[in-house]
C-alpha cells in the first residue's frame, strides 16, 4: 500500500509513522482479524486521517483545529496514523470502502449512521438560512420561505439532502462552498445555507461588511464526528472514545481551541454542550420552523 504524506509533515512525520506501526506491533501483537464483513483486518495497519486543513494562517483557523485535535486523539489512544489531504468527496469514498480511514468533522445524520461508525462529539454547527440583511425573507413564515426562496448549498454536505427532504423548490446545489456568498451578493440566491464559520470566513475574503448579512432562520443543530470505515475494530473506537473524553475532562480540549481563537468559554453553551456526555451519540435536532435573526455559536 502506497501512503501519501502531506509535504509539510517531512522526514518527521514519516519516521513518526514508522515508530507508530512498531509500537503497534508491539501492543497488538500484528495479527490480522475478521471484521464484520468477514475481510481480514490487520491490527498494525496505521489509520488514514484525511486532513481537514494543512495551512492554518487563513480565516478558518477551525480548520487546522480540527486536525490537531484529532491527531491528538489518536495519538492518546496509541493507534498509528498517516495523513492524506484529499476533496471531501474523494475522502467520503475511501472512508466508505474502508478500511482504517478517518474523515471529519462529519455530520452524523440518520442516513449516513450506519454507513460508518463514530466517535465524538467533537463539535456543534448550527445550521442557519442567512440572507441580504435588507432582505424580505425574515418577515415570511418559514414553510413560504423553503418554497419560494432560491436557496444556495454546497453539493454534497448533508444541508443539501436536508433541505432537499424538507421540500425546497428552488434548491441550488453549486460544486464549491466557496461560491454561495458571492453569488447571494450579485442577487443569483436569496438565501444560503452555510456554516457560521464558513460565512465569516467568505465575508473576509471578499471584504464584505459583517452586517451585510443576516441570519434568516436558525432551523437546526447538528453535532459533528469523527466518521471511521464501518470495519474499525470495536475495541479501537472504544480507546480512541476514551481519549477524546480524558482530553475533554483534562481542559486540553478547551486549550486546543483557544488555540486557534475558537470559543472556549467553559461557561458557554458551546462548550457545555461538547462537555455534556448526554449529547454523545446525539446526532441533529431540529429547532422549529420559527424564523429568526441575529448571530448564532457553532463551528
Known amino acids: 500500500m ?3 504524506v502531506p509535504g509539510r509533515a517531512g522526514t518527521f512525520r514519516v519516521w513518526q509513522n514508522i515508530a507508530g506501526r512498531l509500537l503497534s506491533l508491539l ?3 500484528g495479527f490480522p482479524v475478521c471484521s464484520s464483513a468477514g475481510q481480514q483486518i490487520d491490527l498494525a495497519a496505521p489509520y488514514t486521517l484525511h486532513l481537514y486543513e494543512i495551512d492554518n494562517s487563513g480565516p478558518r483557523p477551525d480548520l487546522a483545529y480540527f486536525d490537531t485535535l484529532v491527531q491528538t486523539v489518536f495519538d492518546q489512544a496509541g493507534l498509528p496514523h498517516i495523513e492524506e489531504k484529499n476533496p471531501w468527496k474523494r475522502a467520503y469514498q475511501a472512508t466508505l470502502s474502508g478500511p482504517r480511514q478517518v474523515i471529519y468533522p462529519t455530520t452524523r445524520t440518520p442516513d449516513r449512521e450506519d454507513l460508518f461508525t463514530w466517535v465524538g462529539p467533537v463539535s456543534r454547527t448550527v445550521w442557519s438560512l442567512y440572507g441580504l440583511s435588507d432582505g424580505p425573507w425574515r418577515e415570511m413564515p418559514f414553510e413560504n420561505v423553503l418554497s419560494q426562496a432560491r436557496i444556495g448549498v454546497a453539493m454534497g454536505a448533508a444541508r443539501e439532502d436536508y433541505l432537499r427532504q424538507r421540500g425546497v423548490a428552488n434548491l441550488v446545489s453549486v460544486p464549491r462552498q466557496e461560491l454561495l456568498v458571492p453569488m447571494l451578493m450579485a442577487q443569483r440566491l436569496d438565501l444560503v445555507a452555510l456554516g457560521i464559520s464558513h ?12 452586517n451585510r448579512i443576516s441570519s434568516m432562520a436558525v432551523y437546526r443543530i447538528c453535532y459533528l464526528y469523527l466518521a471511521l470505515s464501518r470495519d474499525t475494530p470495536s475495541d479501537h473506537l472504544d480507546a480512541l472514545q476514551k481519549s477524546l473524553n480524558r482530553i475533554k475532562e483534562s481542559g486540553e480540549f478547551a486549550k486546543v481551541r483557544q488555540k486557534f481563537g475558537l470559543e472556549s468559554d467553559e461557561q458557554g453553551s458551546f462548550m457545555r454542550a461538547m462537555m455534556d456526555r448526554g449529547n454523545d451519540g446525539l446526532g441533529c435536532v431540529d429547532v422549529g420552523s420559527g424564523m429568526e435573526s441575529g448571530s448564532t455559536t457553532g463551528e
Not at 470566513?201 to 461588511?209: F, G, V
Open 27 to 29: 501492543f497488538f501483537g
Open 2 to 4: 502506497t501512503c501519501r
Open 199 to 210: 460565512l465569516r470566513a467568505d465575508l473576509a475574503t471578499h471584504n464584505i461588511p459583517a
